[in-house]
């Protein structure tokens, strides 16, 4: 029997002829479309536009303003190139219309140079408008092309796509091979979308769609057919995502019997009176008992979402987004009792040492007097304290294991491990995770921490297969942290308000930035920072350094002995971005604070202000650029993480952001995750819909889809809860 798949796999073979046979492209074309990866037809016709030069109507010279990007047409008058004192070379032309001259400008492209010279007849260049030498206009590396002659006025005159190229192919090449390939192949692409959900999407047939994006009748043709393949790519993202969900939801995991915890339930006048249908008031009340401060509600929303995931059958894949200072390792901690208390293991995992060692603080004065166990396990702890941690952990003893990557490490067993807790999860990879649910009891459950303020959109797409908590709100009596934006000649006046602080008995932390990602360069700039302090401005205070090249128990003296208020300042390289908890410091300086991206100062500033005093944050940046001066105000403006992760999102790009996370980075060929948010969400929901009725995609109709949802299912991404 022919499957629907076979049979569309018919059109698939004439996709796949080899792209020598396109009209116009010939075997050594052919050679060269191959350096960007383009053998097949199908190739030609997924390899997209960047974007398009609208040549229907293009400004004469005389219009053209500095500032704008613009397309000019015109004829070459005097082609010249001259050295520079570097050894390099200046390429200048002028390029000539009925109604004026600008100057084209090239910098060390000798290239440029012999092509120019071959031109007979017109060009079109395309750059950004400058005021160059004596006001004169010119266009700086303009991307530009020779018109042929025979070209015909009406081909010219359109909306022109321009492809992405590597050295070696030109524009021309690509733009004659997607010709021919629209022209002859478009209509066989097949289509995976079935035509209900196309109408019911109002989206285009894909072949349709498919020509436009490569030649477009008009901007708005362009932009429909730009949708449908936007929606496409975030469909089949989505309804990989949901199956993977449905999927994990289907597996056995442990059922912690929390409603059953010994003890009544708790009487009508608990505190906690919102959460108490779920009968573990014994366990709200042994919370309540542990922690110093009264859960805020959001805590409380968050852990009764916790509980009731633990107490499913299924595996808990939970995502607690909570920006800096909102009370994570409070959530964390209700979720391990509850463990406990059900006779499992629990496992905290921190990215660094000194966050594993903190959290293993904070969390043995909660526990040991409720008289759980707990054990600190990180790498560079010796080898007998090691040893000790590990045999606790794996007969059972400790209850609670607090550690870094150590804790993944092949000998290193747990006796029941029902419970894994990952804290700024975006600085582990897959590998890592899956590591730790190796070492489970059965399925453990999964609670993933994150401070990172991602972005609603990106969330979706990263961790779309991940129940998502958000702690909004923050503890009470928080005081909104002061940030002040100063240039490198007012530090007398940043120096002078830190040191009125200390004297008030409060702490601060100097921040010098990351250079060149080299770690030898940063702790260079963090000792001469804390010699220049110590020596010079502030010898009469006690001054403490930390930075990621010290040795373990170094680090941790320091920030025992900061934390105890033996010191007053602390100069510090990016080590202390994540998580360090010292309520009682108030300031924190950053130096260059150009030098860092808007999540990390974030980040950064959320080391302060996590007491009731009023704390204050000052960037020490030179406003060199726009950009820099748009970052900085962000900061003062605003201290809430989704702002301003929305705003880093829209000043960087997805791309970098995304990178935040060290692994499984979606990437998309045409979407955009700035400005396609909206799409994304109606993708999500017709994914959510479409499986609903077909949830394994056994609908014949679906059987084109399943290719493109398997593509998908590959990516990184997918896994990162497997
Ligand atoms: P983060 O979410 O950044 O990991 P932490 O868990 O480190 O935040 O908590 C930040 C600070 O707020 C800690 O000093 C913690 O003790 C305190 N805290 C957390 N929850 C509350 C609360 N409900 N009331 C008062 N203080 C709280
Ligand atoms: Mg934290």
Request: contains cysteine; aromatic residues 6%; proline residues 5%.
């Amino acid at each position: 029997m022919v499957s629907l798949k076979q049979m569309a796999s018919g059109h698939t073979d004439r996709l796949a002829t080899d792209v020598q046979y396109l009209k116009g492209v010939g075997p050594k074309h052919a050679m060269t479309l191959r350096k960007l990866g383009l053998v097949t037809v199908g190739d030609v016709l997924w390899h997209l536009p960047r974007r398009y030069e609208d040549r229907r109507h293009l400004p004469l010279v005389r219009d053209l303003r500095a500032g704008e990007a613009a397309t000019v047409r015109g004829r070459l008058r005097g082609v010249t190139s001259r050295p520079t004192r570097g050894g390099k070379v200046i390429i200048k032309a002028r390029l000539a219309d009925a109604s004026g001259e600008i100057s084209l400008v090239w910098f060390n492209q000798r290239h440029v140079l012999t092509q120019l010279q071959k031109v007979q007849g017109e060009i079109v260049a395309f750059g950004v408008v400058k005021e160059g030498e004596r006001y004169q206009l010119e266009m700086a590396s303009p991307e530009w092309e020779a018109i042929d002659e025979d070209d015909d006025p009406e081909e010219f005159a359109r909306l022109q796509p321009v492809y992405p190229l590597t050295e070696g192919v030109p524009q021309w090449l690509v733009r004659r091979a997607a010709r021919s390939a629209v022209e002859h192949f478009a209509q066989d692409v097949p289509d995976p979308l079935p035509a209900s959900l196309r109408e019911a999407q109002r989206l285009p047939k894909l072949a349709w769609a498919m020509r436009q994006i490569h030649r477009p009748d008009s901007p708005k043709a362009q932009e429909d057919a730009r949708k449908r393949l936007v929606f496409d790519e975030f469909f089949f993202l989505q309804v990989a995502l949901q199956m993977r969900r449905r999927e994990v939801k289907q597996e056995v995991g442990t059922s912690f019997p929390i409603s059953q915890l010994a003890g009544a339930p708790a009487s009508g006048a608990n505190l906690f009176s919102a959460m108490e249908d779920h009968h573990s008031g014994d366990l709200w009340e042994q919370v309540h008992a542990i922690l110093p401060f009264e859960l805020t509600s959001a805590q409380r929303r968050v852990v009764g979402e916790v509980w009731a995931d633990m107490e499913r059958p299924v595996p808990m894949n939970r995502l607690v987004q909570g920006d800096v200072g909102s009370g994570k390792t409070a959530v964390a901690a209700c979720a391990m009792l509850a463990a406990v208390r059900c006779g499992y293991q629990a496992a905290l995992m921190a990215p660094t040492e000194i966050l594993a060692e903190q959290h293993f603080i904070n969390l043995s004065r909660l526990f040991e007097p409720a008289g759980v166990d707990i054990k600190l396990l990180v790498g560079k702890q010796g080898s007998r304290e090691k040893k000790r941690a590990m045999e606790a952990t794996a007969n059972g003893e400790a209850q609670i294991c607090v550690g870094t990557h150590a804790i993944i490490q092949e000998h290193v067993t747990f006796h029941k491990l029902g419970l894994a807790v990952v804290d700024e999860q975006h600085r582990f990879g897959v590998v890592q995770r899956m590591a730790l649910r190796q070492k489970g009891y059965g399925n453990p459950d999964f609670l993933v921490m994150t401070a990172t303020p991602i972005p609603r959109t990106l969330t979706m797409t990263l961790y779309g297969d991940l129940d998502l908590s958000v702690i909004d709100e923050l503890p009470p009596g928080r005081k909104p942290i002061k940030t002040h934006w100063r240039a490198p000649n007012d530090r007398p006046q940043v120096y002078a308000g830190v040191r009125k602080l200390v004297e008030e008995g409060r702490q601060a932390y100097f921040v010098c930035p990351m250079i060149n990602e080299s770690e030898k360069m940063q702790t260079q700039a963090a000792e001469d920072l804390f010699y220049r302090l110590k020596d010079s401005e502030y010898p009469d205070l006690r001054i403490g350094l930390l930075h990621g090249q010290m040795k373990a128990a170094d680090k941790e003296a320091v920030m025992d002995q900061f934390r105890r208020h033996e010191l007053d300042i602390l100069v510090a390289t990016v080590v202390i971005e994540v998580g360090v908890d010292v309520p009682n410091a108030s300031a924190m300086v950053i130096e260059d604070a150009n030098r860092f991206g808007l999540a990390q100062l974030h980040q950064l500033r959320g080391r302060v202000g996590r007491g009731s005093t009023q704390s204050f944050c000052v960037l020490v940046a030179d406003a060199k650029t726009e950009d820099t001066r748009k970052r900085m105000e962000v900061l003062v403006e605003t201290t809430n993480g989704f702002v301003i992760a929305e705003e880093d999102l829209k000043l960087r790009g997805p791309g970098d952001l995304a990178g935040t996370r060290q692994s499984g980075d979606v990437e998309f060929k045409i979407a955009n995750l700035v400005d396609d948010g909206p799409m994304l969400e109606v993708a999500r929901r017709a994914a959510i819909t479409f499986l609903e009725r077909d949830p394994d995609l056994s609908h014949p109709e679906h059987a084109l889809l399943i290719d493109r949802v398997r593509e998908r299912r590959s990516d990184e991404a997918l896994i990162a809860v497997s």
